[in-house]
């Protein structure tokens, strides 16, 4: 471990925000109470220094979610472009700062603004920009997609309301046949966009239990879209092709066993890996052939959590709050082969509060891993 810093938030609103690095400095979000209430807390973005860890400067980005029956705290993780930055509140307000400073060039609350209303388990996506535009899955009655100048905040286009609330995913862009488009999860499917008029161009349906759609989509070659969702309904692997000026999403194959349910995924080399959450019949980490859809390998290892990949390895997270483990695994069809694990500091050991859930990120030969109101840094260079 490098540093750690316990203050990106309060113990009663841990928070799940990843984190963002660039230029020196890593930033975050976490809720902060605004009096002695647990039911009164801002939403808070944090830049902190990349070498030591502490504080630079912290900025209020209107209230925060509180509700303690549903898991209070940041979810959606600062995105950078250049020297701005844009956060989206887990109440729906969007922030552009400036990088340096946090000092706020325009917000706005885009919930209000398109009459929308929350996601059950608040909004948790994290900006996408693109060119001149930050795009935003809004899910109101005026706008279901909405995409704002990304020096001003005002509109350039909305996609008209599909009846559905926001959701958890990000946008994936896509090029079918020479045509931008943007895909997202929504609250019961798969929605897809023009990238320059905000057109509906498809939606396919994919509904889960409890409409928990948190997984952004994955695109890659030959026009092909990779979903994936929780509780059963498992992943989908489609062919785009064109019909006119709309896109037709023809179903490759299915996969109900391959469900993560917001702990990301990797894909790599023809091969997508994950955590499982086919809560009837196991939570395992699992590889699949992206051809096929058939199974390369399954296994237990250290409990449902999240994942990213590095210089050919996963570091797997296990969500668990009694037991936040972190494996390395060789990321290979091969089999499930751990190299190393360790356990973060425990509540008890002054580490975080609530289910680890938030995905681990690698920076310059650094992991950082978020535990409620804790950040840590580890250094992972090779030796």
Not at 50 to 57: M, Q, R
Not at 184 to 210: D, N, R
Request: glycine share 12%; aromatic share 12%; hydrophobic share 35%.
């Amino acid at each position: 471990m490098l540093w750690k810093n316990d203050q990106i938030g309060d113990t009663e609103s841990p928070g799940y925000a990843a984190v963002t690095v660039a230029e020196g400095r890593v930033y975050t979000a976490g809720n902060v109470k605004t009096g002695d209430s647990d039911q009164t807390a801002n939403s808070v973005v944090f830049a902190l220094d990349e070498k030591t860890g502490k504080e630079i400067w912290r900025y209020e980005n209107g209230s925060a979610w509180v509700d303690k029956g549903l898991f209070p705290g940041e979810r959606g993780t600062p995105t950078i472009d250049g020297n701005r930055i844009y956060a989206y509140s887990s109440l729906g307000r969007i922030a552009c700062l400036e990088a340096a400073a946090g000092k706020e060039i325009w917000a706005k609350n885009v919930r209000e603004e398109y009459i929308a209303q929350a996601p059950v388990w608040a909004y948790a996506e994290s900006p996408f920009i693109d060119g001149d535009k930050v795009v935003l899955w809004v899910g109101g009655e005026t706008a279901a997609v909405a995409a704002l100048d990304k020096m001003t905040g005002k509109p350039i286009w909305t996609t008209p309301s599909t009846g559905q609330r926001g959701n958890y995913a990000s946008m994936t862009p896509c090029v079918v046949d020479g045509q931008r488009i943007y895909v997202s999860m929504c609250q019961l499917g798969v929605l897809a966009v023009h990238a320059e008029t905000g057109e509906q161009l498809f939606f396919v349906p994919h509904k889960t239990e409890w409409d928990v759609m948190a997984t952004t989509p994955h695109f890659f070659s030959e026009n092909k879209l990779f979903v994936t969702s929780g509780y059963g309904t498992g992943a989908k692997l489609f062919e785009l092709g064109t019909y006119g000026k709309f896109i037709a999403p023809k179903e490759v194959w299915v996969k109900k066993e391959f469900d993560n349910m917001h702990g990301g995924i990797v894909v790599k080399d023809g091969y997508a890996y994950t955590a499982t959450h086919f809560y009837k019949r196991g939570r395992n980490w699992m590889c699949i052939k992206l051809e096929d859809g058939s199974t390369a390998w399954e296994n237990p290892g250290i409990g449902m959590g999240a994942i990213t990949c590095a210089d050919g390895m996963l570091y797997c997270t296990c969500e668990k709050m009694d037991d936040p483990t972190v494996a390395l695994v060789k990321a290979t069809p091969e089999g499930y082969e751990e190299t190393g694990r360790f356990t973060l500091p425990t509540a008890e050991e002054g580490g975080g509060v609530g289910m680890f859930w938030a995905h681990p990120v690698i920076c310059n030969k650094k992991l950082y891993l978020r535990h409620g109101k804790v950040l840590y840094c580890y250094d992972v260079a090779e030796k």
